[in-house]
């Protein structure tokens, strides 16, 4: 394998709100907390997120839980899902899923691959040359300014 292509394990830290947007930024970190990813997502994406990072379950399901049920029903299993390119600031991901001993790759929104993962309990990775070529212009002091009490809950490791 290609070592700038190797995964790195992510886990999801939080999901807190953007002032300045109409979005919400997932934080996605490293098990050694070195590394941080944040990816901005859209407000039903990002709640979406939130409510499988507290256990919540709504009443009727929504999209991802749709798709979670989806999977089950059709006997496949989500293996990981994959942060894979990042162009002009958007970030790809791909979820892999196995069924009937065949591994498939479907294309992905992260935002959408991070919801599947946290309801079907699959592992989170990013390619080392994402992490390299995420934006990270004034990434250490953004961080610094984040309150942790907006995070909301965080996926336990």
Known sequence: MDPASELIPLKV?????????????????????????PIWVGTAEGTSIRLALEGIVPPRP????????????????VT???????????????????AHGVERTVDSRPSDAIALALRTKSPIY?????????????????????????FGKSETT
Not at 26 to 31: K, N, T
Not at 63 to 77: A, I, R
Not at 80 to 98: C, E, G, P, Q, S
Not at 130 to 136: F, S, T
């Open 62 to 77: 929504m999209s991802h839980d749709l798709l979670t049920s989806f999977t089950e029903h059709l006997g496949m299993k």
């Open 13 to 37: 830290h939080g999901v807190l709100v953007d002032p300045n947007t109409d979005t919400q930024i997932v934080i996605l970190r490293d098990e050694q907390h070195m590394d941080v990813l």
């Open 126 to 150: 990013v390619t080392q040359d994402v992490l390299k070529r995420r934006n990270a212009d004034n990434l250490d002091a953004w961080l610094a300014k984040l309150d942790p009490q907006e």
């Open 80 to 98: 990981r899902v994959v942060v894979t390119d990042v162009k002009n600031n958007t970030y790809y991901a791909t979820i892999h899923l196995f």
